[in-house]
């Protein structure tokens, strides 16, 4: 079975994980979804993640979850821009989510930044996902 989103697979695992109060979630390994879970880390929204080697040359991606008081520390989490619609930004339209309580993950020309640092840094990009 051929996977259309996986960057949506992976926020629908993290979403899922902590509905049903799971410590860790193992997702799909690529480079994207690294930087993604980093700046989840950075922002405080996930405990940890770690590549796992698997036989045979594969690897997996695994998310510890975090939690604060029984309550997931990720209140609402969703996929922006998908495969059949791209959602492009620049640095003066870049919308805040939220009110800037929330944080939209962007993929810029420097890298996966959170919206806050792709505005410092004066760079627009594709509004991957976003997080509150």
Partial sequence: MSMNDPLGDMIARIRNGQMARKPVIDALYSKLHVSVCEVLKEEGFIRDYSVVDLEGNKKTL????????????????GRVSKPGRRTYTSV?????????????????PKGVLPDHKARAENVGGEILCQIF
């Avoid at 695994?62 to 989490?77: H, N, P, Q, S």
């Avoid at 339209?93 to 810029?108: A, E, K, Q």
């Fill in 62 to 77: 695994r998310v510890e979850l975090k939690y604060t008081d029984g309550e997931g520390a990720i209140r609402e989490i």
């Fill in 92 to 108: 003066k339209d870049m919308p805040r989510f939220y009110n800037g309580l929330g944080v939209l993950v962007v993929s810029t």
